[in-house]
């Protein structure tokens, strides 16, 4: 693991600890808040070897109601910048791939923290739907490391359930961008 990785997952851990409920009497469980946090972004980036610079966690979360709002103020108390929420895909009008979840690898696992990340080709599709020149970048980046193909691209994008909405001729505009690019050269 990345050290520039390592103190947001253990500030994450240490969390995750905390939120440990003591063993009920009950209860031979020694813990009813599980979280696991699939992480996208600059961060998942540092995750497949391709450290870079961020300053906030991008992720999506499960976890119970309760734990989700503790979480929150725990990492405002922590001054870290966070975008976290139960459903990454819908945090554009073009949704991911479909089985996203299903994709994404496990990087880290103790009895209170699962932390996954994206497939790498659904990291483009997240990466895409916002389309800035540095997600691009990133975008880049990650089809070198991984040698993704125009071909996987377009397989996977059979997986989106795209809306009727101008949102997506944008999307298709910066796909299709995107096809351009690997067919440059220095690609």
């Excluded at 995750?47 to 961020?54: E, H, Q, V």
């Excluded at 009727?164 to 690609?187: A, G, I, V």
Aim: glycine share 4%; net charge negative.
């Amino acid at each position: 693991m990345q050290d520039f990785v390592k103190p947001y997952i253990e500030k994450i851990e240490r969390f995750a600890k905390s939120a440990e409920s003591p063993k009920s009497p009950k209860s031979p469980k020694s813990n009813d808040k599980q979280i696991e946090l699939l992480i996208i972004g600059g961060l998942a980036l540092s995750l497949y070897g391709l450290p870079r610079y961020t300053i906030d966690i991008d992720a999506e979360i499960k976890c119970d109601n309760e734990t989700y709002f503790e979480f929150l103020e725990y990492m405002k108390g922590e001054g870290t910048a966070f975008n976290i929420s139960d459903n990454i895909s819908g945090w554009g009008i073009v949704p991911l791939p479909a089985g996203y979840r299903d994709r994404a690898k496990t990087i880290y696992s103790s009895d209170n923290l699962t932390i996954k990340v994206l497939d790498p080709v659904d990291f483009v599709f997240a990466k895409l739907m916002r389309g800035t020149e540095e997600d691009m970048i990133d975008i880049m980046d990650v089809i070198r490391k991984f040698n993704i193909t125009k071909e996987s691209l377009a397989e996977r994008k059979m997986f989106i359930n795209f809306p009727k909405d101008p949102e997506t001729l944008f999307f298709n505009k910066k796909f299709q961008y995107l096809l351009e690019l690997m067919s440059k050269p220095e690609h």
